[in-house]
């Protein structure tokens, strides 16, 4: 039987770092489901259709697929935005449901990441992570990572961002972003990705010895 561990929680937590760390650890295999959103909306701003019209959303939402995703080339900012937008259409996370669903089955087990894995994608999996952050400590991590690439930020835009984000992502009417009720929560805000690591690592450790 497939291992499911499903990790949510908002922008900027930890929760990639921390999934693609325990999947190394595991040799399970690992999907960022933020990258099927991103690489929709990519493709709509690529191909120059709207962002509002969810019947041509979905028919692109469709045709993602999963084994092109390159966080290096959807990570820019105005896809995230774009992707956010998206995301609150029904028929674009229907679509995207279905085949994140699909790559959760693979053996011997899978770690996705997201908003909505926990509550609406694998609402059965074994394990259920909810990573969180105050938004200035996740806009503080933004912020030196940006200054730490060489790039050139300013804290107060991005913290404004972070809360903006925070609000369309738990705001939105289909799969809002909220803690399953049989999720650990993991507040990363006083604690290190290694402390995190170590403290996911037990509860994965305890539900793989009861199944
Ligand atoms: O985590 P991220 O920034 O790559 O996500 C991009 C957008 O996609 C974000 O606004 C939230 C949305 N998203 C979602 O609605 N459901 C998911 N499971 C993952 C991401």
Known sequence: M?????IDGPAAAGKGTLARRIAET????????????????RALLEAGLPLDDEAVAERVARAVDLAGLDR?????????????KIA??????????????SFSARAPGTVLDGRDIGTVVCPDAPVKLYVTASPQVRARRRH??????????DYETILADVKKRDERDMGRADS???PAA???LLDT?????????????TIIDAALNRN
């Not at 295999?29 to 690489?39: E, F, N």
């Not at 609150?88 to 669903?101: D, F, H, N, S």
């Not at 030196?144 to 930020?153: I, P």
């Not at 805000?189 to 690592?201: H, L, N, R, V, W």
């Open 176 to 178: 809002p972003l909220k």
């Open 2 to 6: 497939t291992f499911i561990i499903a």
């Open 88 to 101: 609150v259409m029904p028929a674009v996370r229907r679509a995207l449901v279905e085949a994140q669903r």
């Open 26 to 41: 595991y040799g399970f295999h690992h999907l960022d489901t933020g990258l099927t959103y991103r690489a929709t909306a």
């Open 189 to 201: 805000s006083e604690m290190s990705i290694e402390a995190a690591f170590q403290a996911a690592k």
């Open 72 to 84: 290096s080339v959807l990570e820019q900012h105005h896809i995230g935005e774009a992707a956010s």
């Open 182 to 184: 049989d999720a650990h």
């Open 144 to 153: 030196d990572e940006v200054l730490a690439g060489g790039g050139n930020a």
